[in-house]
């Protein structure tokens, strides 16, 4: 018990550090920002693991061993229950006056065997285990209730080794993938539809199950009568259609407290954002690009920056930083920003770049960053030439007679978090499994009674009545008292 | 409509709070008073003033709260400043309730003290108009894990004021036990028959029959005998496992209810949030506490000491980590 209790608390303390110093599986752009903002340290933490603290060698030692401790301590105790469930309750102590709750009373008229028959209906009507045990002329009973303390303590233990062992392997086998998806468009579930996938352990790709889900449109309602919340978003609606391999398509809702589920995956709507569709020409007015392209929010106004990249068809490799304003607003320094979430007035402005993007060095690029280190920029900035800034339907040039760059319109996005985790029902069961024992075992009490009934010389009867309890037990006094009451009541003797 | 509902939510909390501090004060004073005349105690009714008071206190709580709720159309735990109102109108409620059953008035001092400190930072520092529920938070699990949640706090704070007398009182049995052992030795006269310490009739009859030892053991007497009208550590303790072991189930609960939401919400069940650190945190703690009660040589002061701690994490996750952790349950309204 002492290594159990150490152990717990050792663990609460190990615990700590992870909800100070971010953590790689719950805010990865945390831990990236705290390497730029402690270059020092960062490193040495993280020869502690201390941005992986819940799967680090020493906070998977110390539960490691508190569940074998656990283990440990819980089968020989199983293996005792299920002996004492077979026995009988022990033998009466020879002396009731000594133990925590002893009561007599002094009776006559009746006699010891009817007492004590009566003890026994009683004790057995409160659904104790009861045993008549007579010491040449004292009768008694020994009675045991309770037993399911010790079952409940076990089922909680027990439970807690199931959700380890389900939370441990069983989230090998599922897997978490995320996708973004602009209004008007879709994708199969396959591995290549993914923008990021995380497979468990022992995910086998080809049990993906074949459906295809497109985004018909993403609407959002915002707060526009309470003046101390304008522009809070109320309601994220995501409406898909939704199509089984072979299956006829179903349209179907998504919403943040409302996952979809479908051929035992579940959708996730975890984000949204704008996504402005732009089209560029080259000079001979030849579409070399068209596309919406998802432009990540800053802030609550949905400020947001996306990239265009353009490898081809212009003379020169163009790189292009977007900010996007859906109600766009100058402030004092005559800096754009968004005052409102909504599109009432929105506007894109481009910072063109030009010169290598980079794209073919093989090497893997993130599609919603420009590195600038190779390339000019053209506008905005130091350049002196103003940014290019456009409200939908609008064009302007590209700087050096490159073409030219259209604002089309705005379609929302959103970004979609699918997940199959076969266990997790486990995990649930095993965790309500371990309530319903702490329950049992904290609250029914577990408690051995006696009566020893003698016959005096002068023909009066002498009874005892005692108690013992198991564990804790605050209502041992008031059951022996009512034990008492009841045998008395029960022989017609007034108390 | 919601200006009005909630202004009249706010003017019935300050009264509420006004009720609490005089209660407060009436609570202090008796238990001021333990330390005196046995009889001139007795007779006092200022606990019986003060429970009404508290009484009265929670209604308007009670009142202030559903007002808020009606003024937002919803539950009126969705920022710190609802939180703090709901979740101290939930530990008075709970110590009223456990009144009927124990006389727990001894700790009114500490529930209208934590109510009236809780009610006044909220509401002058981190007062919010009334806002509608971002999207995360529409959904019945708000209902159900944040309200499990406050009322497992409600037994934990029961628990810590109990944790905290039950100290104080052991160290004043400590202190009187060693004062008895010496007294015969220090004077040659024939004192009252060194008393039970557990026992705290005897205790104050021991104490309540000036010797002329009384120069000696006084020097020794605890600065702690306003306590000795309250039950001794041992019963104390039994009321602090009591009154924690609901708020641990009230734990669980909250855990199990919070990981299925989080399944539904953010597609995880548990992801070492913040907020799910803490409350695992607390979790360890307090089992660690039920562990302690079994185990030898940890009945007692050591108990009573991981009560408090665990109380103290408690708070911290209330207040600390809602305000200046990040994570996803950044709900404070701040």
Redesign the interface.
């Known amino acids: 018990?002492?290594t159990?209790?150490l152990l717990?608390?050792l663990?609460?303390i190990a615990?700590?550090p992870?909800?100070?110093v971010p953590?790689r599986?719950?805010?990865p752009n945390?831990v990236t920002q705290y390497f730029v903002n402690n270059p020092k340290s960062a490193p040495i933490l993280d020869g502690f693991q201390m941005f992986d603290?819940?799967t680090s060698a020493w906070f998977s030692s110390i539960y490691l061993l508190l569940f074998i401790s656990l283990i440990g301590c819980v089968i020989p105790r199983t293996k005792h229950h299920i002996e004492a469930l077979r026995a009988d309750p022990p033998k009466t102590p020879v002396n009731l006056s000594r133990l925590p709750a002893h009561l007599t009373r002094d009776v006559t008229s009746v006699s010891a065997e009817a007492v004590i028959e009566a003890a026994h209906k009683i004790t057995r009507g409160l659904r104790y285990r009861v045993r008549r045990y007579d010491r040449g002329s004292t009768l008694t009973i020994s009675a045991e209730r309770g037993y399911a303390r010790e079952t409940g303590n076990l089922i909680f233990h027990f439970a807690l080794v199931g959700v380890l062992l389900t939370?441990g392997f069983g989230g090998g086998f599922g897997f978490?993938g995320q996708r973004v998806v602009v209004e008007g468009q879709g994708f199969t579930n396959s591995l290549l539809a993914y923008d990021s996938f995380n497979p468990g352990r022992f995910f086998n790709p080809s049990t993906l199950p074949p459906y295809s889900i497109s985004l018909d449109s993403f609407k959002v309602v915002y707060?526009q009568a309470?003046p101390?919340?304008i522009g809070?978003?109320?309601?994220?609606n995501a409406s898909v259609t939704t199509q089984l391999r072979g299956g006829t398509p179903v349209q179907q809702n998504i919403?943040?407290?409302?996952?979809l589920r479908i051929a035992d995956t579940?959708v996730?709507l975890?984000g949204n954002g704008y996504a402005p569709t732009i089209t560029v020409r080259n000079p001979a007015g030849e579409v070399i690009f068209t596309d919406s392209t998802p432009f990540l929010p800053q802030d609550r106004n949905l400020t947001s920056v996306g990239v265009i990249k353009l490898p081809d068809g212009l003379s020169q490799q163009l790189g292009m930083i977007g900010f996007f304003y859906p109600t766009v607003s100058t402030g004092h320094s005559g800096a754009l920003f968004s005052m409102y979430p909504d599109l009432i007035d929105p506007e894109v402005t481009f910072n063109v770049y030009a010169g290598d993007l980079g794209l073919n060095a093989g090497v893997a690029r993130s599609v919603y960053a420009l590195d600038t280190k190779n390339l000019t920029q053209l506008t905005g900035g130091k350049t002196g030439v103003k940014s290019i800034e456009l409200k939908p339907g609008e064009s302007a040039d590209l700087p050096n007679g490159l073409g030219t760059v259209t604002f089309d319109g705005v379609k929302r996005f959103a970004s979609l978090?699918i997940?199959r985790d076969p266990t997790?029902g486990w995990?649930?069961v095993f965790?309500?499994a371990?309530?319903a024992g702490?329950?049992i075992s904290?609250?029914i009490p577990r408690r051995r009674l006696w009566v020893a009934v003698t016959t005096l010389p002068g023909g009066a009867v002498h009874i005892e009545t005692a108690g013992l309890a198991r564990?804790?037990d605050?209502t041992l006094d008031s059951a022996v008292t009512a034990l008492d009451n009841a045998v008395a009541t029960n022989l017609g003797l007034t108390s | 409509m919601t200006d009005v509902l909630s202004q009249y939510s706010v003017l019935s909390l300050y009264s509420s709070m006004a009720i609490y501090a005089i209660a407060f004060i009436l609570f202090t004073l008796d238990l001021a008073r333990g330390a005196g005349d046995d009889a001139v105690v007795k007779a006092s009714k200022l606990p019986r003033i003060a429970m009404a008071l508290t009484t009265l206190a929670f209604l308007l709580q009670l009142a202030a709260t559903l007002l808020r709720g009606f003024a937002a159309s919803r539950v009126p735990w969705a920022n710190m400043y609802e939180f703090a109102m709901t979740g101290t109108l939930i530990i008075v409620g709970v110590f009223l309730a456990v009144n009927i059953k124990w006389d727990l008035r001894f700790i009114g001092t500490f529930v209208t003290g934590f109510a009236l400190l809780f009610l006044g930072l909220a509401s002058t520092r981190y007062y919010v108009e009334v806002v509608p529920l971002p999207p995360a938070l529409q959904s019945y699990w708000l209902v159900i894990h944040v309200f499990v949640a406050s009322l497992g706090t409600g037994f934990f704070a029961l628990g810590f004021a109990l944790s905290l007398a039950q100290l104080l009182q052991h160290r004043r049995e400590l202190t009187n036990a060693a004062a008895h052992v010496v007294a015969p030795v220090s004077a040659t006269v024939s004192a009252p028959v060194a008393a039970p310490v557990s026992a705290s009739a005897s205790d104050s009859s021991a104490t309540a029959t000036p010797s002329a030892t009384a120069p000696a053991k006084s020097a020794r007497r605890s600065r702690l005998e306003f306590l000795k009208r309250l039950p001794d550590s041992i019963q104390l303790e039994n009321y602090a496992y009591r009154l924690i072991i609901i708020g641990f189930i009230f734990w669980t609960f909250t855990l199990i209810a919070g990981a299925v939401w989080a399944e539904k919400a953010w597609g995880r069940y548990w992801g070492w949030d913040t907020k799910e650190v803490w409350t695992f945190i607390i979790w360890t703690i307090y089992a660690g506490y039920i562990h302690a009660r079994s185990t030898r040589g940890w009945r007692g002061t050591r108990s009573a000491w991981l009560a408090m701690i665990g109380f103290a994490a408690v708070m911290f996750n209330f207040t600390i980590v809602n305000i200046f952790f990040k994570g996803l349950h950044a709900y404070s309204g701040l």
């Open positions: 018990m002492r159990a209790l717990l608390l663990l609460a615990a700590v992870g909800s100070i953590q599986s719950s805010d945390g603290v819940y939370v978490a707060e309470n101390n919340a809070q978003p109320l309601d994220y919403k943040v407290n409302e996952p579940d996730y975890l978090d997940h997790q995990v649930l965790a309500l371990a309530l702490l329950l904290l609250f564990g804790d605050p």
